[in-house]
């Protein structure tokens, strides 16, 4: 095996470097993202009888924050040597026999927000509907009053609470929409939490404007009112949004009865020419173009898909055989917690050859889940995907849904020495013990920034 050093030479005084030994397994997630037969291929490097102390077993070395080189510790070592790289400058971390996989990416999540709506799952056990709820002037409209209330430092406080459990689940990227503040003031305050929290770390938060989320109140009364909103997005609120120049991404909840495919074009047109990147909220609840649309527009990924038509599919399908893939992101837990039967063709997409992610879709109405973890239960129990198809959901393919999987997502040289250590003895435990809480230690950019203090 070949070990390509990334940075050569001698390093200054003190230890720069990292290296997790003792291992049961770790999994690379190498060679980009996946689609088709190799979503099942998670390139996992396994102790030789599964013995972490045999020296063959895997070993993973950071250097400066960035991985330099996986690989069983007997070549690894020597090699670091050979490299210029003094091997008492790496502390050392000791993965006790447990599993390493890359820090997980969250690519969907409405992380900020006020207040809570535990009142709507006994609503919906009663069989009101989700849509019903909203045009009550319920669900995302009660988040939206709450959060035009909350001020920055709650919404900083929430924030750090929920990114603080993504951490813990083993997340280490997460992207965090806007979109319940639905008025310039509040979504560039939602906008300018969101690059705050990243910048506190150590999770990395890449914020989305989704400012087409639902019509606010002020606009429902008038006759006309979800294209005077579109109006007043496209002059007003975007405007306002790129000229604060947080939001890397653009996002519209594409529905029938919420926003139609052309306004949700008109709207992401706009966004992509100031700048943010288009992705979409498309098919959830039934099929209404979102995905012919986010191949259209060349979105980095089209979300939800739980029920998307026969065209939108196969138009996905085509994108990813043209070289142009557009990631279809995943949200089982939100079909579950809404109780609906009906979830998203995840085998029939994968077949297609549609690369595809999971995120949790963290929202207090339909997914109040900040567990990645829990999300790949769901996925192999509702989707039928494989733990290893699962965990690249998480990884390599999520990171891709973000257009970062050059920098987050596998194990490899060059990439952010991000890294979960899991007490489990190989990867597909992971979703196996639902609810158990198996992260050990979580690392990014080389330091360690999440222990679990011992039993
Ligand atoms: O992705 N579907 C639209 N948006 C969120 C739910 C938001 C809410 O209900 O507060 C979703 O499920
Ligand atoms: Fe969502």
Not at 19 to 32: K, Q, R, S, W, Y
Not at 71 to 94: H, Q
Not at 407 to 434: C, K
Request: aromatic fraction near 6%; include cysteine.
């Amino acid at each position: 095996m070949g070990f390509r050093v990334i940075q050569g030479g001698r390093a200054p005084e003190g230890p720069s470097g990292l290296l997790v030994e003792g291992a049961a397994e770790v999994v690379t997630m190498a060679g980009g993202p996946r689609s088709g037969t190799a979503l099942n291929d998670p390139a996992a490097i396994v102790a030789p009888g599964g013995e972490p102390r045999d020296p063959a077993a895997p070993a993973v070395a950071c250097w400066d924050g960035r991985v330099l080189a996986v690989g069983p510790r007997d070549e690894l070592l020597p090699a670091l040597e050979g490299s210029g790289y003094p091997l008492e400058r790496f502390a050392r971390l000791d993965a006790a026999g447990g599993t390493v996989t890359p820090g997980l990416v969250d690519p969907h999540t409405h992380l900020l927000f006020g207040g809570s709506r535990e009142a709507e799952l006994v609503l919906r056990q009663r069989g009101a509907g989700y849509l019903e709820i909203l045009a009550a002037g319920g669900g995302i409209l009660s988040t939206v009053e709450a959060t035009r209330g909350a001020s920055k430092e709650a919404l900083l406080e929430h924030g750090r609470r929920w990114l603080g459990e993504m951490l813990s689940h083993g997340t280490t990227t997460v992207e965090a929409k806007s979109g319940y503040g639905l008025d310039l003031p509040t979504e560039l305050r939602l906008l300018e939490v969101a690059h705050q929290l990243g910048e506190e770390g150590p999770i990395d938060v890449l914020p989305t404007w989704l400012g087409a989320h639902a019509v606010p109140p002020e606009f429902r009364t008038r006759p006309d009112g979800t294209e005077a909103y579109v109006r007043y997005l496209l002059e007003e609120q975007l405007p306002g949004v790129a000229a604060q120049g947080r939001a890397r991404f653009a996002d519209v909840f594409c529905e029938g009865g919420v926003f139609t495919p052309d306004q949700s074009r008109r709207i992401l047109s706009e966004a992509a020419r100031l700048g943010l990147q288009p992705r979409l909220h498309a098919d959830e609840l039934a099929p209404s173009g979102g995905a012919e649309l986010a191949v259209e527009l060349g979105a980095l990924s089209a979300d939800h898909l739980a029920a998307p038509s026969a065209e939108g599919s196969e138009a996905l399908a085509h994108a990813a055989s043209d070289g142009h893939p557009v990631v279809a992101v995943l949200l089982p837990a939100t079909t579950w917690f809404l109780m609906h039967d009906h979830y998203a063709p995840a085998r029939t997409l994968v077949d297609r050859g549609v690369p595809i992610a999971l995120a949790t879709d963290f929202n207090p109405g339909t997914s109040p889940t900040a567990s990645l973890p829990l999300v790949m239960t769901v996925a192999c129990l509702t989707l039928k995907l494989s733990p290893s198809e699962a965990l690249a959901a998480c990884t390599v393919n999520s990171a891709a849904a973000l257009g970062l999987a050059e920098e987050v997502g596998s194990l490899e040289a060059g990439r952010s020495a991000d890294l979960v250590i899991w007490g489990v003895p190989n990867h597909r435990q992971i979703p196996y013990w639902p609810g158990a809480a198996l992260v050990r230690t979580v690392v990014k950019r080389g330091r360690v920034v999440f222990e679990r203090p011992p039993a």
